[in-house]
């Protein structure tokens, strides 16, 4: 038998479990890079035709105080120590995130922030070509938030425009990290490298 007060725990029990999603909401930050790679890490490393010596004898080089193989060898002059990337300015601060990819200059083509709901699909418009789409599944105790995201991609095959989706995958943000997605999303120029980023 079932008791009136047991109906509605029942219904509550109901209406909670198939109610509205987690009304939550986060703050995503949204960065599209243009990556080339215009070889300058080449560029950069070649040595000066006019400094090069006439023999290059171990001798001469050792009392010079370098000579290859040792320590002491000169480091390429680079405000980086080393790294021939060109960034923009501004994109500094994505350096050590797309270390990985196989790039060496990032131009900003767009930057922007939203609030999504948990559960709620936002889109981001990020070129003519490219739409972001993004849902914020849930946060874990590290502050680790796990989204859905997508890039659609509207392609013209024999005159007429097609969107699809190119890029589909679930993943998590770490704190004060982001989650880097492209590099096979091609633009007229390069290829679109696009930095997720939630607080």
């Known amino acids: 038998m079932v ?23 986060v703050t995503v930050s949204v960065l599209a890079v243009q990556a080339t790679n215009e070889g300058r890490a080449a560029r950069d490393n070649a040595p000066p035709a006019e400094n090069k010596p006439k023999r290059s004898d171990t001798n001469s080089l050792l009392r010079q105080g370098f000579a290859p193989g040792l320590r002491n060898a000169p480091k390429p002059k680079h405000a980086n120590n080393g790294d021939a990337r060109y960034f923009e300015p501004g994109l500094d601060g994505i350096r050590d995130a797309v270390a990985s ?22 889109a981001m ?15 874990d105790s590290h502050g680790r938030l796990r989204v859905r995201v997508a890039v659609d991609e509207i392609s013209l095959r024999n005159g007429d425009s097609k969107t699809m989706t190119a890029v589909e995958t679930t993943s998590a943000i770490a704190p004060n990290k982001y989650l880097v997605i492209g590099g096979r999303l091609p633009l007229d120029e390069g290829q679109l490298v696009i930095l997720v980023s939630a607080q």
């Not at 008791?3 to 909401?25: E, F, R, W, Y």
């Open 3 to 25: 008791t009136k007060v047991g109906a509605i725990v029942i219904l509550v029990a109901l209406a909670a479990a198939g109610g509205q999603p987690d009304t939550q909401k």
């Open 101 to 122: 990819l196989n790039f060496d200059t990032y131009k900003k083509v767009k930057s922007e922030t939203a609030t999504a709901a948990f559960g709620s699909e936002t």
């Open 125 to 139: 418009r990020i070129t003519d070509r490219y739409t972001l789409r993004m849902t914020p599944l849930d946060k």
